[in-house]
Structures are given as structure tokens and as C-alpha cells.
């Protein structure tokens, strides 16, 4: 993962990645989890998404980890919500009433640090890793959520017209990260209205159970 030009991107509040409303995939397809309120939601590569706090105002508990610290102090004080800082392992841990960021390098989380989660949204970290990063993070996040299902948003377009991120993810790479551990549901595939960076993509949903 490269570090520094995530870090960059948000010191010099760089964040077109960031999505100024609660993500529609997101209010369409959680329900296909089927996910019990009070259940625990894990959100890598969270930064400060307002997807965090639809989440919260439906009942549900959130677990993320980011590496930026900016990202996490401007989503606390978005929340209105004072976290309580914590040291653990290599980590910090910014928590508060049903909400647990885990702020630092994803890799340096481990399962008992994670504790117990229900689910997984991933919108922005499959994404957002260059392709040698991507094995290692799909098989690093399925050990330290102990399998839980998810609900993964992938874009696919031509790699060699943009560079990325957001990278493109066909449906072959998703197999190859994900069909030993678990059942693929193709949700949703369209075209993207305006397309992605001035070029024509397609945006695909996977359910993971």
C-alpha cells in the first residue's frame, strides 16, 4: 500500500475519493446481508465516509480501519462524537458509543485486536490497492474477520486508459481473491452515468457469503 500517497492526499485535503453523501449501493444492497441491527459492521480503508454515520442511525455497530489519522479526527468531530484514544499493538484505536477505528497500517490488525464482526462493506479498499497489494489484503481481511459476509462495490473499466486508483476489478480477480471462502452474488452490474475520471466504467456489486 502506498503509504504516503494516501497520507498526502488527505494532509492537502485531496479527497474527490470521498463522497459527499451516504453511498446509494450502499442504501440498496446492505439489506441483502441480511444483517441483524446491533450486528458489527467492518469498514477498511473507511477514511471519514458518511456511509459510517447511516450505518450508526440504523442500529448498527461499526469497526474500521484507516490509515490516515486526519481522516479519523474530521469523521469523530463530523459524528459530533468525542473518541476515546487508545494505544493497541501498532495501532490507535478511536472509540466511542457502538464505533471502534483502528487508525494505522490495515495489515497491523489483527483478529484479536479487530474482535468479533458481523459483516463487511467494502466500497474503497479492494479498490483502492495496486494489484501485487490486492491478494495479500483479501486474504488478510477474510482471516481477521473470520469470514464474515460482505458487500463489496468494484469498478471495471480499460486499466490501460486510466491509471487508478480506483483500480479496475473484473469479475475473474474477484473469484480469485474470494471463491475458496465464499459463495459470489453479482448484485448489480451497470454503466456509470457519468462514467469514471472522463471514461466509460462499469460499476459491479458483490455480495460475499
Known amino acids: 500500500m502506498e503509504k504516503d ?40 480503508l473507511c477514511g471519514k465516509t458518511l456511509d459510517i454515520a ?5 442500529g448498527y455497530k461499526i469497526a474500521g480501519a484507516e490509515l490516515a489519522e486526519l481522516a479519523i479526527q474530521q469523521l469523530f468531530q463530523e459524528l459530533g462524537v468525542e473518541p476515546k484514544i487508545s494505544p493497541i499493538g501498532k495501532l490507535n484505536r478511536y472509540s466511542a458509543e457502538s464505533i471502534d477505528i483502528f487508525v494505522g497500517d490495515i495489515f497491523d490488525l489483527s483478529k484479536d485486536i479487530l474482535g468479533p464482526v458481523d459483516g463487511v462493506y467494502d ?5 483502492a490497492l495496486p494489484q501485487e497489494t490486492r491478494l495479500l489484503y483479501s486474504a488478510h481481511l477474510v482471516r481477521i474477520t ?3 459476509p460482505q458487500l463489496l462495490i468494484t469498478y471495471e473499466y480499460d486499466q490501460t486508459k486510466l491509471a487508478g486508483p480506483p483500480f479496475s476489478i473484473s469479475k475473474e480477480e474477484v473469484n480469485l481473491h ?3 471462502t465464499f459463495t459470489i452474488d453479482n448484485l448489480m452490474s ?20
Open 190 to 209: 451497470k454503466d456509470m452515468a457519468d462514467g469514471l475520471k472522463g471514461h466509460t466504467a462499469k460499476e459491479n456489486v458483490w455480495k460475499l457469503h
Open 5 to 44: 500517497f494516501w497520507l498526502s492526499k488527505w494532509k492537502d485535503n485531496n479527497i474527490a475519493f470521498h463522497e459527499r453523501e451516504t453511498n446509494p449501493l450502499l442504501l440498496e444492497y446492505f439489506k441483502e446481508l441480511s444483517l441483524a441491527k446491533d450486528s458489527r459492521i467492518f469498514i477498511p
Open 178 to 180: 474470494y471463491k475458496n
Open 54 to 58: 447511516w450505518l450508526l442511525s440504523n
Open 146 to 148: 473470520n469470514n464474515a
Open 123 to 127: 466500497r474503497a479498499a479492494l479498490v
